[in-house]
């Protein structure tokens, strides 16, 4: 929903209801991630993609009728044994989407979702997808409060709706968007109600050192894969918001010790890279960051630099499990030489980390194209 979040606030502030369509489960190699979304104007005006173009007109159809009827439709998309063109969906995938109204009538807390999702604050949206119960029933989460009911009216909804409270909350720190399953009175064992938890976190943190070129390349490269970019050197002559205008910002400070006072913001979908090419920033921004929670550390260098800097950090007491974080020589071998290729190199690597991939050639593989997330479901982008 926040790729589409421009158009359908303006839908919504004028009074008008829309046919919001979201990708809620995934099977197989499925062109978009659950959270995907379209939405369908009361003219007839699309925004967004569910499928990157395989089945929309078939969703544009389907959420023209649900704007007529003001029921939510829970549809299956996917490849049919007996015409595998029947759906549009021929890359074998199948894609489970909600359709439903959203206006100032069925959806309240839109408002307040959106100015959220604005502010950088986390919030999720839990919906019923199957089961029993109103299809379509939705609670909304933030980190210190919650509106609405996943079982209007039902005695079990405040204990539904706490096990729901619960689990969203958690898929909120790990920025996870996902379906859960509960019991009707929110029993974890049971299966008998689908609810989808979709997560709006803060951006991932791309933390870019060393104001140089191919600092700006990376960038420029984060901010497109939908990271929050900031980038920091100790020299106030290259660290300037005009040389980097991608970056959300930039920073003039040494950076280990800026990296030090961000430790605590630091988690898991937190990308460093290090491309300082100097000892005396390097060696003790890298003990800094090796003992943070970030998910990626990458350092810029020849092998040589990666031998020199790794004897120099093991002096400073690292472990040897703390080096092997270390990605260094940083990026994928795709033989990069300039600036952009270089970042390139570096986007590579973090996609691969984030969806677990080889790294090899599709050509030289075989099996599913996409694969399954390390925890099975997955924070939007940006």
Not at 173 to 180: D, E, I, P
Request: aromatic share 6%; hydrophobic share 40%; glycine share 12%.
């Amino acid at each position: 929903m926040r790729d589409v979040l421009g158009d359908i606030a303006g839908w919504y502030g004028s009074g008008r209801t829309f046919a919001l369509a979201t990708v809620v489960n995934t099977f197989r190699s499925a062109p978009r991630p659950p959270g995907a979304a379209m939405a369908v104007s009361p003219d007839g005006e699309v925004a967004g993609s569910v499928s990157g173009g395989c089945v929309e007109g078939a969703v544009y159809e389907l959420g023209q009728t649900v704007l007529e009827t003001g029921e939510p439709v829970v549809q299956r998309y996917g490849v049919s044994d007996d015409d595998a063109f029947a759906v549009g969906l021929t890359c074998g995938g199948i894609l489970d989407v909600l359709v439903e109204p959203v206006g100032p009538g069925t959806f309240p807390e839109f408002a307040d979702v959106a100015a959220a999702i604005e502010a950088r604050e986390p919030v999720a949206v839990a919906t019923v997808v199957a089961g029993p119960g109103r299809i379509g029933a939705r609670r909304v989460i933030w980190t210190d409060r919650a509106s609405g009911s996943l079982a209007p009216g039902a005695p079990h909804a405040a204990r539904l709706d706490a096990a729901v409270d619960d689990d969203a909350r958690g898929m909120l720190a790990q920025g996870l968007t996902g379906q859960r399953h509960y019991g009707p009175e929110g029993e974890r064992r049971l299966d008998d109600l689908a609810v989808f938890v979709h997560s709006f976190a803060p951006p991932p943190r791309l933390l870019v050192f060393g104001a140089i070129d191919f600092a700006a390349a990376v960038a420029r490269i984060g901010k497109f894969l939908g990271y929050h970019v900031t980038v920091c050197d100790a020299r106030p002559v290259f660290a300037t918001p005009k040389r980097f205008p991608e970056a959300d910002e930039v920073v003039v400070k040494w950076p280990h010790k800026f990296l030090e006072e961000a430790r605590g913001s630091i988690d898991g979908r937190t990308a460093i890279c290090v491309l300082t090419h100097d000892p005396k920033f390097d060696v003790p921004l890298l003990e800094v960051a090796l003992r943070t929670d970030a998910g990626y550390v990458g350092a810029m260098g020849s092998r040589r630099t990666h031998e020199d800097r790794t004897a120099r950090l093991r002096e400073a007491g690292l472990t040897d499990a703390e080096l092997d974080r270390l990605r260094s020589p940083i990026g994928l071998d795709l033989g990069a030489r300039t600036p952009e290729e270089t970042a390139v190199s570096i986007a590579a690597e973090l996609v691969q980390l984030r969806w677990g991939g080889s790294g090899r050639p599709l050509t030289d593989t075989s099996g599913r194209i996409h694969a399954e997330s390390h925890a099975e479901s997955h924070a939007e982008p940006g």
